[in-house]
């Protein structure tokens, strides 16, 4: 099981949570990685832990200077940027429309949409240059209907997937592929926080997600690594422009009510 054997990622967002899911089983798959999380202390122990395939790089997606730097880190250290993975995230601020801050409003819109816009543009000047290259950009169920997440999450998801239908129809032209995922409650700090209120109250959270899944379970952050695999392997050569949903079905019309957190 060598899909990406050779090949150099990078996963924002990876010191903890889906990241390093999805960090780990690129390295599984052959693949050197670079992650990188404004947690230092969290990418060093995430990194111990997957083996010498991975490196760190401390980076902040508010800030487009670190994006470049991550992005030629990359280059310059492995000669190559394969894979892109713009996944870092936040919450972002809950409750009522009415009362929503507008600088916590800003904030989370300024880590996800405006990170992935940072990742796109300086990951495609590397790929550009190379010929070819392969983004992923981490979006949410929430992106693709309303109800699902608190407000601004929900608008900032939605510009992802939008985006990356964007960027994927200009990009195609450099042999670039641009896809989204769709992870849909994978026991995560941030899941746990948005069903207890609490990042650590994962018992808690799994119980809550057991009740709610169509299929009777929990999904780990482990059971989405494969989606992100499949788009970055060269399989996947046709698959551009797409958002693909990795959520027990939840997402289908009819079980939507199961996550609502507009409120507080
Ligand atoms: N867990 C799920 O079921 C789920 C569902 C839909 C979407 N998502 C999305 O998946 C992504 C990862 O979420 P998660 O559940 O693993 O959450 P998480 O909170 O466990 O991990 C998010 C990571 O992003 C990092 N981060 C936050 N701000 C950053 C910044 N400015 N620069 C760099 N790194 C930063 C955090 O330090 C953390 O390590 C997010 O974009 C989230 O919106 C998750």
């Known amino acids: 099981m060598e899909r990406l054997l050779g090949k150099t990622a990078i996963v924002t967002g990876a010191a903890q949570g889906l990241g390093a899911a999805i960090a780990a089983r690129f390295c599984a798959e052959g693949a050197s990685v670079i992650i990188a999380d404004v947690n230092e202390q969290g990418l060093t122990a995430i990194a111990e832990s997957i083996g010498p395939l991975c490196a760190t790089f401390p980076c902040d997606v508010r800030s487009e200077d670190s994006v470049s730097d991550l992005v030629d880190f990359a280059r310059d250290s492995f000669g190559q940027l394969d894979i892109m993975v713009n996944n870092a995230g936040i919450l972002g601020p809950v409750g009522s429309i009415t009362d929503v801050e507008i600088d916590a409003a800003l904030e989370a819109i300024r880590i996800h949409l405006i990170g992935t816009i940072a990742g796109i543009k300086h990951a495609s000047r590397v790929m550009r240059a190379q010929g070819h290259g392969v983004i992923l950009n981490t979006a949410s169920t929430a992106g693709l209907r309303g109800g699902l997440g608190p407000h601004v ?16 129809t200009e990009l195609v032209h450099y042999n670039i592929r641009v896809n989204a995922i769709a992870p849909g409650g994978h026991l995560t700090p941030l899941v746990a926080r ?9 018992k808690a959270a799994e119980k809550m997600m057991i009740e709610r899944s169509p299929q009777g379970r929990a999904a780990k952050p482990e059971d989405i690594a494969g989606a992100y695999v499949y788009l970055a392997s060269d399989e996947a050569w046709f698959a551009n422009g797409a958002c693909l949903v990795v959520d027990g079905a939840r997402e289908v019309p009819g079980n939507l009510a199961s996550m609502n957190t507009t409120k507080s």
């Open 194 to 202: 948005v069903l207890t209120g609490r990042d650590d109250d994962f």
């Open 153 to 168: 999450y929900t608008a900032a998801k939605h510009a992802i997937v939008g985006l990356t239908e964007s960027a994927a």
